[in-house]
Nanobody, 126 residues
């Protein structure tokens, strides 16, 4: 059974940084995509970034481009989301998600993902 566990959320002042991690277990496929999503109260889920293990490609939403960076320590585990220059509008529950896939040209929508973590709260104070 595939399980994803996010960690690293918390409270930070505007302009600060946080590093989220997504630890995966139970993967039986070699090529996969890890996506980061967020959902703020009263808002729709938003795709933030994604990482493809096939070639290590990364993609970002315009709202976080230049501030957030996705990386992976090694093959499969874990995947990190480094968030710098945080803004109050980044406040949300952040989720990582995964599905088996090869190379990407952009981040897939949430419906493509088969596995989801439980989420971690990120709160940015002004």
């Amino acid at each position: 059974e595939v399980q994803l566990v996010e960690s690293g959320g918390g409270l930070v002042q505007a302009g600060g940084s946080l590093r989220l991690s997504c630890a995966a277990s139970g993967f039986t496929f070699d090529d996969y995509v890890i996506g980061w999503f967020r959902q703020a109260p009263g808002k729709e889920r938003e795709g933030v970034s994604c990482f493809s293990s096939s070639g290590g490609s990364t993609y970002y939403a315009d709202s976080v481009k230049g501030r957030f960076t996705v990386s992976s320590d090694n093959a499969k585990n874990p995947v990190h989301l480094q968030m710098n220059s945080l803004k109050p509008e980044d406040t949300a529950v952040y989720y990582c998600a995964a599905f088996a896939a090869g190379a990407l040209s952009s981040c897939p929508a949430g419906g493509y993902y088969d596995y989801w973590g439980q989420g971690t709260q990120v709160t940015v104070s002004s």
